[in-house]
């Protein structure tokens, strides 16, 4: 095992990746790449909660209201004001979940390679989910009534073992159209070069002795 010391787990900052060109591959290139529209991104994120926030909202306004304008007691305005502060912590809650929404669209970048399809989300540039294109089986544009609106669309991209979804994206339909021109079925896997895994359903390099998805030997095919 390798010699551990104290600064073994201590970050450097000078070795992060700091943009989608510092985490592709050898022979890897950038064919498309995209963030979630943020005002969709955070309707979506914030939309379920408004109407409780709004009534909470409307509904202390109007008490703290009819009170300051009724009450002489200046001294008891004093404690009415700090207890509706409290009282309307749905109200807040509502507004820090917009600003964490925010927060979060600006780190979250949908990137389709020569190679893979990958989700980037955090400061750090964390890939988070990745498909290799060779083993997507298919894409699917799904659009609610507020994408619609928002002229957007969520991708759900789907292999034997994982699946990707690309929230609020704009020309969704055309970016699920090519991916989809380039998904290899095992019918014509093998004009590629390609082998379809008899387990899993992968595909891969001939070359290749093993399945790299599931393991699977071309030898354990035979038996």
């Not at 000078?14 to 529209?37: A, F, M, R, T, Y």
């Not at 600006?106 to 290799?132: A, L």
């Not at 070069?193 to 891969?204: A, H, N, P, R």
């Amino acid at each position: 095992m390798k010699k551990l010391d104290e600064q073994f787990f201590v970050n450097d900052d000078k070795n992060k990746e700091s943009s989608v060109d510092d985490l592709l591959i050898k022979g890897e290139k950038v064919l498309w790449q995209q963030s979630p529209k943020k005002r969709s991104f955070v309707m979506q994120r914030t939309i379920k909660t408004l109407p409780v926030a709004l009534i909470w909202a409307i509904i202390d306004i109007s008490i703290i209201v009819t009170l300051v304008t009724t009450m002489d007691n200046s001294a008891f305005l004093w404690f009415l004001i700090p207890f509706f502060a409290l009282h309307m912590a749905p109200v807040w809650i509502y507004i820090a979940s917009i600003v964490k929404a925010y927060a979060k669209v600006k780190d979250i970048k949908y990137v389709i390679t020569n190679k893979r399809v990958i989700v980037i989300d955090g400061k750090d540039m964390f890939i988070s989910n990745s498909i290799n294109l060779n083993n997507i089986t298919s894409c699917q544009v799904n659009q609610t009534f507020s994408d619609k609106l928002a002229r957007v669309a969520d991708i759900t991209i789907l292999s034997n073992e994982n699946s990707i979804i690309f929230n609020d994206i704009k020309d969704a339909k055309f970016i699920c159209k090519k991916l989809n021109e380039i998904i290899i079925t095992p019918s014509d896997a093998s004009f590629y070069g390609k082998t379809t895994c008899i387990y899993c359903g992968s595909v891969y390099e001939s070359s290749l002795n093993k399945c790299p998805s599931c393991g699977a030997t071309k030898k354990e095919w035979e038996h």
